[in-house]
């Protein structure tokens, strides 16, 4: 069982270059997140999708994502800039429990450490 | 808006020297609280998730501890093996926010043998 898998796991880009991380994952999760994670400020959401064919944007432009089925939620940077420069981390989680309102655990991939020069 | 903050942000200990790490959180309506262990260059990794006030989880030697206002990490006779970024995550109420959570900045633990 591979969980969820993000490649690539290192890239250099530069500045107004677009590029797109993968994730895909094997668990039939609904929920699939974005988060990228910076020295001491923790992890923050970028966007995330409850279900294929729905998507929620949580920080502004710079980003894109499609979910055009349950395994795969795709990350776009439409045109890279320096403060993009981060370690990306794909999630997902299964919304099973959310009649009782039980959130269940977010399972991560391994990350995509990403600078842009 | 939610905030979760971690205390201390790096704690170091030698082999065998118990302590505990703090996740203190403002949340609308809380529905979990996550603790997740990652190693360097690596994504996290789940621990715990604890519901409501005065619930406990153990794990070897972790122990989770939830109040309406915090949460403690205990670590009883560490080993260098423990050493690792302990985050904290919180799951806001809302049906519109099921799924998203919110992260302290994580603690960095170092374990001397």
């Known amino acids: 069982n591979a969980g969820v898998t993000q490649t690539p796991k290192f890239h250099i880009l530069k500045t107004g270059q677009s590029m797109t991380l993968q994730c895909a994952q094997d668990m039939n999760h609904g929920y699939m997140s974005w988060y990228r994670q910076d020295p001491g400020m923790g992890l923050r959401l970028i966007y995330y999708?409850?279900?294929?064919?729905?998507t929620d944007k949580e920080v502004p432009n710079g980003y894109n994502v499609s979910r055009l089925n349950t395994e795969d939620f795709p990350l776009r940077l439409v045109s890279a800039a320096p403060s993009q420069t981060s370690v990306y981390l794909c999630?997902?989680?299964?919304?099973?429990?959310?009649?009782?309102?039980?959130?269940?655990?977010?399972?991560f991939g391994q990350g995509t450490r990403l600078t842009v020069v | 808006e939610d905030q979760v903050t971690q205390s201390p942000e790096a704690l170091r200990l030698q082999e065998g020297e118990s302590s505990s790490l703090n996740c203190s959180y403002t949340v609308s309506g809380l529905r979990g609280l996550f603790w997740y262990r990652q190693d360097p260059g690596k994504g996290p990794e789940f621990l715990f998730t604890?519901?409501?006030a005065g619930e406990e989880k153990e794990k070897e030697r972790l122990k989770a501890t939830l109040t309406k206002k915090e949460s403690f990490l205990h670590i009883t006779a560490p080993k260098p093996e423990d050493s690792a970024t302990y985050l904290c995550?919180?799951?806001?109420?809302?049906?519109?926010?099921?799924?998203?959570?919110?992260f302290g900045q994580g603690t960095i633990l170092t374990v001397h043998p």
């Open positions: 999708s409850a279900a294929a064919g729905t």
């Open positions: 995550a919180v799951h806001p109420g809302g049906g519109t926010s099921y799924g998203k959570l919110t």
């Open positions: 999630a997902s989680s299964d919304p099973e429990k959310r009649r009782a309102k039980v959130p269940t655990e977010a399972f």
């Open positions: 604890l519901y409501s």
